[in-house]
């Protein structure tokens, strides 16, 4: 009797799922994330020119989706990274701060499922501040380049998702200004890990 309630209440869980998942076409959302940024080497450069290491840190992103169709979604978005640690000879000498403004593209695969895989391309560009252990304060001046994406939104109704993303973000080289002197440059680079939610609102709202 225990299993034909069990598998009674499963089904009507999985007809209630498949129920809640929709496709996002002509539907505005907004989305808010954190997790966790791995900067690495690109053409052996660390992020900070003479720089031996840079520690992980955290990550946090948010920012607005557009679908234009079932598969096709735009996105806007901002990502922080509030504090990464550059190490020189394994003694840490900075601390930067970086913004990333991007601008992209998914591609939504099964998006009428309750669970909708993407892939997503777009431009960066990327702005922060560097921090000397002394107390000195420098600008890591604007800077563009490119992120790819991958990730996943699980409907939990039409309109809430939970929603997991990894990227790797890369730019051109650029200029590290204490004042009005450049004194340096630095080189954005890092993979990106979060989770988070989606709200999605209704095609008339």
């Known amino acids: 009797m225990r299993v034909i309630k069990f598998l009674t209440i499963a089904i009507l869980l999985v ?11 002509n539907r505005f959302g907004f989305t808010a994330r954190v997790g966790g940024a791995i900067p690495g080497k690109l053409d052996d450069a660390e992020l900070i020119n003479g720089s031996t290491d840079t520690e ?6 948010g920012g607005f989706i557009y679908g234009f169709n079932d ?3 735009g996105e806007l978005e901002v990502s922080y990274l509030p504090g990464l640690d550059v190490e020189i000879r394994g003694v840490k000498a900075y601390e930067a701060k970086m913004t990333d403004y ?17 892939l997503g391309a777009g431009f960066d560009f990327i702005k922060g501040d560097l921090e000397h252990v002394n107390g000195n304060k420098y600008d890591l001046e604007w800077t563009w380049g490119g992120h790819i994406s991958a990730g996943l939104d699980w409907f939990l109704t039409k309109g809430i998702a939970l929603s ?3 990227r790797g973000t890369a730019a051109v080289s650029g200029d ?14 890092w993979v990106q890990g979060t989770v988070g939610v989606r709200l999605i609102l209704p095609e008339k709202w």
């Open 176 to 189: 590290i200004d204490r004042g009005d002197t450049k004194v340096n440059e630095y080189d954005p680079f």
């Open 164 to 166: 997991a993303d990894l």
């Open 15 to 25: 007809q209630t799922s498949t129920a809640m998942a929709d496709t996002i076409a």
């Open 102 to 118: 991007a601008i992209g593209l998914q591609y939504r695969f099964m998006p009428k499922n309750q669970l909708v895989p993407y």
């Open 71 to 73: 598969n096709i979604a």
């Open 56 to 61: 992980d840190g955290v990550a946090w992103n």
